[in-house]
Structure formats: structure tokens, C-alpha cells
């Protein structure tokens, strides 16, 4: 009886990874005229080698934060982000995101689209550069006097970052 040489068939997602996570909060430290109360929480992701260089990244996460101004807030996210390895050291990053952030206590919802993009570059052990662009747009439907809030509701904003890393 001869033997089958032919190795198996390959996965057509051979090189797919995953998390999960799950967690219940209470909120002992409530902010300005939030009750406190219970929030479920957590996260999770899927990403995937598409290409031997290229890495798709797909993740969605609920967090709940108290911010500077003491007040609570709620941040649901999802995001997709794309990893491309250029020559032998060069990595780009592009990520599309989109947040909805509920604030407690106060009348206030937000909704925030983000856009980053990145290219890095180390030259040797040492030394490495960075490039990147951030996009923000903000959109809430607050009224009224809102803690911590100086500026107006909706806005732009561009940001654009060059970095010279040293580590020693």
C-alpha cells in the first residue's frame, strides 16, 4: 500500500487570530451628578495575515472612563486597521475608527470619526522615525452648560506628528 505524499490542504485563513474579553464594572467613583451604577464592558478582535506582509485588523471594545472634568462616560468602538511591512524595515499603519461616548450625569452624546495614518522606519537598533496624519471630526448633541466645555460642540481637527526615536 503505498503512502500519500501530498501535505494537507491549506486553511484559507491560515494565519487568523483572535481575543475576547468580557468584564462587569461598578463605578465606585461616580463623576459630577452621576449615580454610579453597573456597566458591561469589554472587547474584542480579528485580525488576519491577508498577504505575508499585509495584517487586516478588525475590533470593536465598550469602556467606561472618568475624564478630567470628573465626568463619567461610556466609549463604544469600532475600528479597522491595515498593517502593511514596506522593504525590510518600513512599516505603514492606516486605521479607520469610529466612537460613540455617552457621558453620564449630564446631557451629552458624542460621535467621533477618526482616521490615522503612519509610516515608521527604525535605521538601526537606535535610532527610528516616524511619520503620521491624524484626522478627528466630533459631532455631539449637547446643550446647555457642560462641565469642562470651552470650546464649540462640532469640529475638525488635523494632526500631523514627526518623531525621531532615540533608545539608549
Excluded: C
Aim: no cysteine; charged share 20%.
Amino acid at each position: 500500500m503505498a503512502r500519500s505524499s501530498a501535505a494537507p490542504p491549506k486553511s484559507r485563513f491560515p494565519k487568523l487570530e483572535s481575543s475576547a474579553s468580557l468584564s462587569y464594572r461598578q463605578n465606585y467613583s461616580p463623576g459630577i451628578n452621576d449615580t454610579g451604577g453597573d456597566t458591561l464592558t469589554g472587547d474584542i478582535r480579528l485580525a488576519w495575515d491577508a498577504r505575508p506582509r499585509t495584517n487586516i485588523a478588525l475590533s470593536a471594545s465598550r469602556n467606561m472612563s472618568l475624564n478630567a472634568s470628573d465626568v463619567s462616560a461610556t466609549t463604544t468602538n469600532v475600528a479597522a486597521t491595515v498593517t502593511e511591512s514596506i522593504g525590510l524595515a518600513t512599516t505603514a499603519i492606516g486605521t479607520v475608527s469610529y466612537n460613540w461616548i455617552d457621558y453620564r450625569g449630564i446631557n451629552r452624546k458624542d460621535q467621533m470619526l477618526q482616521v490615522h495614518l503612519s509610516i515608521n522606519r527604525p535605521f538601526n537598533k537606535y535610532w527610528s522615525a516616524g511619520l503620521s496624519y491624524q484626522y478627528q471630526h466630533n459631532n455631539d448633541d449637547s446643550s446647555g452648560f457642560q462641565p469642562g466645555r470651552y470650546f464649540g460642540r462640532d469640529y475638525d481637527r488635523h494632526v500631523v506628528t514627526l518623531s525621531i526615536t532615540n533608545i539608549f
